[in-house]
């Protein structure tokens, strides 16, 4: 049966989430505060690195393939290395008989697009408009901006990472600060990308490099304690393109910063209940993570999917509980493995540094434990 839905939010995933829920005949408008999202010719700032299930969700949405070819980085192998041992670990898409293990994909080409499918697909798309109030009750939602109320029957808050629709309604809420802030950046490299996703860790955080479309440019996630993050965004472009050529290790021949720096706060965010009656939470309203493996987006279009699945068909409050139970899993599932992994690698201590130089050599050199491995990093 046709639902009514108001989604809060058009970044990816609430985007994805219109879309979807329109293609299944679901009336649905989307509120946005920003203006209509759109893409020029230089390569934006934010990236993301696309799973193969995400791709499979804008397939199936019809989107992939209205993404420009010149603005997609399929990348077809991993590096990841530690800066302070000598642990190492390179894998190919071919040894679990792929052909790319993900793609890199500018978040705004990825929106700008999903943003015309859905306005096609007659999606009642409005950008700058903010939310001021809602209400939930037992049979019906409602959402007042400041031209006027819309009434449905579900409410989505995919809000983002602060989403004010979740501190409006007083859902508790897990967190914790990483005391890092994530630099994002294009930089130029004088050695060709290869389709290689490289990321070494530091003792202050990882610093990944992200093949794009040209294979002489890299999409730079810098992942740095507080303290030296303040610190890099007191170099000029000289400065900091020195200091990321010496934690590069030379694996890119000479870098060069290719844009501006933006700076990001990295926290744990997890929202213990994304079901209130009638609304749901999606994407990074639910939950935000480190994005030293660049799995947040991935999870939220996780989130899609599996709504999508229950939608499709008569639904209520057991399959929305269901729905919350599933994704809830995958998350912790996530938060968990990427705390791992910081902490892992965080610091100089000797032993935790020959610890982890044998634990990165085992996994390259072990093939099983290898495969299994890739899996996870394809999400
Ligand atoms: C440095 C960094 C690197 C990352 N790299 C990766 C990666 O490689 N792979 C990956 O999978 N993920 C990555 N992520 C995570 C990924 O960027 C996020 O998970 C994803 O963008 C979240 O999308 P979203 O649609 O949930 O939220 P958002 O993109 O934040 O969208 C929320 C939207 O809601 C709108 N909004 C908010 N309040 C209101 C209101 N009251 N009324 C109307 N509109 C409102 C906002 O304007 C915004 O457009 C990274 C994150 C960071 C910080």
């Known amino acids: 049966m046709s639902q009514r839905f108001i989604v809060v939010g058009g970044g990816m995933i609430g985007l994805a ?95 700008a697009e999903l943003w015309l499918a859905a306005a096609e697909a007659g999606v009642d798309l409005q950008a700058e408009t903010e939310v001021l109030k809602h209400s939930i009750a037992d049979d019906q939602v409602s959402v007042t901006t400041a031209a006027t109320t819309y009434t449905a029957d579900y409410l989505i808050a995919a ?43 530091l003792p202050s955080g990882p610093v990944a490099w992200l093949p794009l479309g040209d294979s002489h440019h890299v999409s730079l996630v810098w992942s740095a304690d507080t303290a030296i993050a303040e610190e890099l965004k007191g170099l000029s472009a000289e400065a900091f393109s020195k200091r990321l050529q010496a934690v590069s290790d030379g694996a890119l021949g000479s870098l060069e910063l290719a844009s501006e720096r933006a700076y990001f706060p990295l926290r744990m965010q997890y929202t213990r209940s994304w079901l209130a009656q009638r609304m749901l939470l999606l994407g990074d309203a639910a939950h935000s993570i480190h994005p030293l493996a660049g799995q947040g987006a991935n999870l939220g279009f996780g989130d899609v999917q599996a709504l999508l699945k229950l939608t499709n068909n008569d639904f209520g409050h057991t399959e929305l509980r269901n729905w919350e139970r599933e994704r809830k899993v995958a998350a912790v599932q996530m938060i968990t493995a990427m705390e791992s992994f910081k902490r892992g690698f965080a610091g100089s201590n000797p032993l935790l540094k020959l610890v982890r130089g044998i634990g990165l050599k085992l996994a390259n050199d072990v093939a099983p434990l290898k495969r299994s491995l890739i899996k996870s990093a394809l999400g």
């Not at 209205?66 to 997609?72: F, G, V, Y």
């Not at 994002?184 to 996703?197: F, I, L, N, T, Y």
Request: a negative charge; hydrophobic letters at 40%.
């Open 17 to 111: 989430a219109a879309l979807g829920l329109r293609q299944q005949g679901h009336r649905v408008v989307l509120l946005e505060r920003g203006p209509q999202p759109s893409y020029g010719e230089e390569t934006e700032l934010r990236v993301s690195a696309i799973a193969h299930h995400s791709r499979d969700l804008l397939q199936q949405l019809g989107v992939w393939e209205r993404l420009p070819t010149a603005r997609l980085g399929p990348y077809q192998a991993m590096e990841v290395w530690d800066h302070d041992s000598f642990g190492r670990i390179q894998f190919g898409a071919h040894e679990v008989n792929q052909t790319d293990l993900g793609a890199i994909v500018e978040n705004k080409v990825i929106e």
């Open 159 to 201: 809000d983002g990472v602060r989403s004010p629709l979740r501190q409006a309604a007083g859902l508790p809420m897990t967190f914790w600060d990483y005391e890092q802030q994530g630099c994002v950046a294009v930089v130029k490299c004088s050695a060709p990308h290869g389709g290689c996703a490289r990321q070494v860790f």
